[in-house]
Each structure stands twice: as structure tokens, then as C-alpha cells.
């Protein structure tokens, strides 16, 4: 089991940056690959970025490739997910998540999540 925690988020105007992090409590870190998720108001959470155990392979959803930079500091045990050219549709509830074993690139099988961190990019 690993603890996840989020921070970095807030309020933004459009065309702005943020730096969400995520710090996780585990002796076993690059056990797991990671992934960032968000959730709308109203909608389905969707994965937006995962990163290899090693943190040499990301995977993004097509609607923030090329804004988004997803990586990780083993040493700290630590995601970061810089966020630029924010837009309106990029305000959700931001959630980093875990799983055990080897990456693929692909958004299922994460069963520890973080409390998440709100971002909300005005127009």
C-alpha cells in the first residue's frame, strides 16, 4: 500500500501554468508506475498522463499532449505534472495515482489514489 498526497493546485487564468506534485509514502517508489487522473464536475474521471517506474516513458491523453510535462524524482519520491496553456476545459478535481509493477500505457489497474487537488482555469 502507498500514501498519496497532492498539491500544486489553484486558480488560474486561461493561457496560465501550474505545477501540481504528488509525494508518496512507500519504501518500494519504483515499484510502482504512476499516473495522473482528473475528474469534472459532472464527468468521468479520465487519465491524463502516465510515467514508467523509472520515469523514462510517459503516456498522455491526446488533449494535453504538448502541455503537459509529467515526471518523477525517485529520489523524493515525488510526481510533478507542469501544466501550460491552460484552458477552461482543464479545470477538474487533479488525483495521483499508483500501481504496482511494470509501466504500460494504459489507464486501469491503479488501486491507490491520493486525495486530489483542484485546479480551476477561469477564462
Known amino acids: 500500500q502507498v500514501q498519496l498526497v497532492e498539491s500544486g493546485g489553484g486558480s488560474v487564468q486561461a493561457g496560465g501554468s501550474l505545477t501540481l506534485s504528488c509525494t508518496a509514502s512507500t519504501n518500494t517508489y519504483t515499484s510502482y508506475s504512476m499516473a495522473w487522473f482528473r475528474q469534472a464536475p459532472g464527468k468521468e474521471r479520465e487519465g491524463v498522463a502516465v510515467?514508467?517506474?523509472?520515469?523514462?516513458?510517459?503516456s498522455y491523453v491526446d488533449s494535453v499532449r504538448g502541455r503537459f510535462t509529467f515526471s518523477r524524482d525517485n529520489a523524493k519520491n515525488t510526481l510533478y505534472l507542469q501544466m501550460n496553456s491552460l484552458t477552461p476545459e482543464d479545470t477538474a478535481m487533479y488525483y495521483c495515482a499508483a500501481r504496482w509493477g511494470s509501466y504500460y500505457a494504459r489507464f486501469t489497474d491503479f488501486a491507490n489514489w491520493g486525495q486530489g487537488t483542484q485546479v480551476t482555469v477561469s477564462s
Open positions: 510515467i514508467s517506474n523509472c520515469g523514462a516513458c510517459t
